[in-house]
């Protein structure tokens, strides 16, 4: 029987030579480009820390324990991971992927992706019927799930028996849910995506990226990329991600705490006229989340009632941080037409219901009090502006 998940988030269920050697509760950074050799063919089993480092090793083996893979490979930021993973497919290759995902990735697929010769196709992969979509050169389905910043639910479940009919790769973004409350690996999906930068590394403090596998021709094939194309996480960066990491299970289960307080309140308010958060009985996507995830997350969207009330409250937050991220201790509001979707085609986020009336909240773990009185005394100053 294995460690629980809170557990695994601090140790492995074996730990390494370097730990029972010398005792050492917070994993060392081994803070070198280079590794010396006793001689020929003798290697300490490291020779250059773009290939491999015991940090970003330690790392990589957590977050693979965590979602239950067989391996992780950690990398310089979210965006790195997707764009080594872009790095499987050929040019003439097609992938479908769901039409309402964060900005950056839309910005490499539509603009680098797309120039090394990969097609895709935007599909409501939450409403939408994949097969549909589906060409005699498609390779993979691509989503988040929930997503960015519409929360739409994927039934991850059923997306992996129709990659699994026509021999697709099944990719799922885990970042808004983390390993602790989804494992889309154990769902059937092939890799998992997260952007260690949010609630992974949760501080705020570095940026990280992980690519998760449980297929060991996927993982080899990625690891020769990764130490190819050199994107691989300092030894730094991963020490604050170990770090980060060991206090995920509590981060989150205070956060989600939060977030339905807020959702709450929100609902009340006459400004608003829209919330959408997956925890509610009312989201679509509600009775899949309950089958496939162990909680609900603190990804908030909410729309108001004019682009001048959004932009008032954008001003006035003082304890609620305007800024463009997500997953941290801190609680974040960001405003998705400038900031995380701003280079997103018009077209497509008007398809998506992005506008200049929506906000995205990610809600922290400040006391439920604090956070309450912050949102009514802005709303009460947007309201006379």
Same mark, same amino acid.
Not at 16 to 23: M, N, V
Not at 25 to 34: D, R
Not at 72 to 77: E, G, I, K, T, V
């Given at each position: @029987?294995?460690y629980?998940i /809170?557990t695994k988030?601090?140790?492995?269920e074996?730990e390494?030579?370097?730990?029972?050697?010398?005792?050492a509760?917070?994993?060392?950074?081994? $803070?070198?480009?280079?590794?010396a050799?006793?001689?020929v #063919?003798?290697?300490?089993g490291?020779?250059y820390?773009?290939l491999q480092?015991p940090?970003?090793?330690q790392v990589e083996?957590?977050?693979?324990?965590?979602e239950?893979?067989?391996d992780?490979?950690?990398?310089?930021?979210g965006?790195?991971?997707?764009?080594?993973? @872009?790095?499987?497919?050929?040019p003439g290759d097609h992938?479908?992927?769901?039409?309402?995902?964060?900005? #950056?990735s839309?910005?490499?697929?539509?603009?680098?992706?797309?120039?090394?010769?990969? $097609?895709? =196709?935007?599909v409501?992969? =939450?409403?939408?019927d994949?097969r549909?979509?589906l060409? /005699?050169?498609?390779k993979?389905?691509?989503? *988040?799930?929930?997503?960015?910043?519409?929360?739409?639910?994927?039934?991850?479940q059923?997306?992996s028996?129709i990659?699994?009919?026509r021999?697709?790769?099944?990719?799922?973004d885990n970042?808004?849910?983390s390993?602790y409350? $989804?494992?889309?690996l154990?769902l059937g999906a092939?890799?998992v995506?997260?952007? #260690?930068?949010?609630f992974?590394g949760?501080?705020?403090?570095?940026?990280?990226?992980?690519l998760?596998?449980?297929?060991? *021709?996927l993982?080899?094939k990625?690891?020769?990329?990764i130490?190819?194309?050199?994107?691989?996480?300092?030894?730094f960066?991963?020490?604050?991600i170990?770090r980060?990491?060991k206090?995920?299970a509590l981060?989150?289960e205070k956060?989600?705490?939060?977030?339905?307080? !807020?959702?709450q309140w929100?609902?009340?308010?006459?400004?608003?006229?829209?919330v959408?958060?997956?925890?509610l009985?009312?989201?679509?996507?509600y009775e !899949?989340m309950?089958?496939? =995830?162990?909680?609900?997350?603190?990804?908030v969207?909410f729309e108001?009632?004019? *682009?001048?009330?959004?932009?008032?409250?954008?001003?006035?937050?003082?304890?609620?941080?305007?800024?463009?991220?997500?997953?941290g201790?801190?609680?974040?509001?960001t405003?998705?037409?400038?900031?995380?979707?701003a280079d997103?085609p018009? *077209?497509?986020l008007?398809q998506?219901?992005i506008?200049?009336r929506?906000?995205?909240l990610?809600?922290g773990?400040e #006391?439920?009090?604090?956070l309450l009185?912050e949102?009514?005394?802005v709303f009460?100053?947007? =309201?006379? /502006?």
């Open positions: @029987m294995g629980s /809170e988030c601090l140790h492995l074996k390494t030579e370097i730990q029972d050697i010398y005792g509760v917070s994993f060392p950074i081994f $803070q070198t480009a280079t590794f050799h006793k001689g #063919g003798e290697s300490t490291y020779d820390t773009r480092n940090t970003r090793e083996r957590i977050i693979a324990g965590l239950g893979g067989i992780a490979l950690a990398f310089s930021s965006m790195a991971a997707i764009s080594a993973l @872009m790095e499987l497919f050929a992938i479908i992927v769901d039409a309402d995902l964060y900005g #950056g839309v910005r490499l697929f539509q603009n680098i992706s797309t120039k090394n010769g990969i $097609q895709f =196709s935007r409501d992969c =939450s409403k939408e994949v549909c979509y060409k /005699e050169n498609t993979a389905i691509y989503v *988040e799930t929930p997503t960015n910043p519409m929360m739409g639910v994927i039934d991850i059923e997306r028996k990659a699994k009919e021999n697709l790769l099944l990719i799922v970042t808004f849910l390993p409350f $989804q494992n889309p154990k092939d890799i995506v997260h952007s #260690g930068t949010k992974i949760g501080h705020n403090d570095t940026l990280a990226g992980f998760v596998t449980a297929n060991t *021709e993982l080899e990625l690891r020769f990329i130490k190819t194309t050199g994107a691989g996480l300092s030894p960066d991963s020490w604050l170990l980060g990491v206090t995920l981060r989150m956060a989600q705490e939060n977030a339905m307080k !807020i959702v929100l609902e009340k308010q006459k400004q608003v006229t829209k959408i958060y997956p925890g009985s009312s989201h679509p996507g !899949i309950k089958k496939q =995830s162990r909680g609900f997350g603190s990804m969207t108001v009632e004019s *682009e001048a009330f959004a932009l008032a409250v954008l001003r006035n937050v003082k304890l609620i941080r305007f800024a463009e991220s997500l997953g201790t801190e609680t974040l509001i405003y998705p037409v400038t900031q995380t979707h997103v018009k *077209e497509q008007e998506n219901g506008t200049n929506v906000l995205r990610s809600v773990i #006391g439920t009090e604090d009185q949102f009514e005394r009460q100053v947007a =309201s006379k /502006e």
